[in-house]
């Protein structure tokens, strides 16, 4: 039996996710492997290895095994774990009216998240904001691996 997975890692890699990555785990192993767009291009048009360099070529294995694999399966993405609902909780959960208030407006309309970061830094609660939105992540984490048979530590 695989040794479980340490949540805080899968958590990681939800705050990492970047536009053009996606980061899947082995649910035999635990073991997570993030894949970059390109690299995934790259396989569907089977280039002839002599043409990539070196650190494709070392790369393109792996990655041909994580997305080939069944034993392979993508964390949840950007698109799933809706960040902004995230800052709407956590702006309803702030007591002061007139701070809440003013989050809230933040995320109305276009720049919503920008509005948003802005605000919290202004008001010097960036960090109440980095715990709720990792508690947030840790939720949609333990849900994820749950629903996926993967047992977790914390």
Do not use: C
């Not at 089977?46 to 360099?53: F, M, V």
């Not at 070392?58 to 034993?71: A, N």
């Not at 809706?82 to 309803?92: D, K, L, P, T």
């Not at 109440?128 to 992540?137: E, F, P, R, V």
């Amino acid at each position: 039996m695989q040794e479980p997975v340490l949540l805080r890692e899968v958590v990681e890699q939800l705050e990492a996710l970047m536009q053009g990555w996606t980061a899947y785990i082995d649910r035999r192993t635990g073991e997570i492997y993030s894949v970059s767009e390109e690299a995934a291009r790259l396989l569907e048009d089977e280039p002839d290895d002599d043409d990539l360099p070196e650190w494709q070529r070392e790369m393109m294995p792996k990655t041909r095994e994580v997305l080939e694999s069944e034993d392979w399966l993508e964390l949840p993405s950007r698109f799933d774990i809706h960040e902004w609902a995230i800052m709407e909780a956590f702006s309803r959960s702030i007591e002061e009216p007139d701070v809440r208030d003013e989050l809230l407006n933040a995320i109305r309309g276009s720049g919503a998240f920008r509005h948003f970061k802005a605000v919290i830094h202004r008001l010097g609660i960036h960090k109440n904001w980095d715990q709720y939105k990792t508690k947030a992540l840790e939720r949609i984490a333990a849900d994820w691996l749950d629903e996926n048979g993967i047992a977790f530590r914390r």
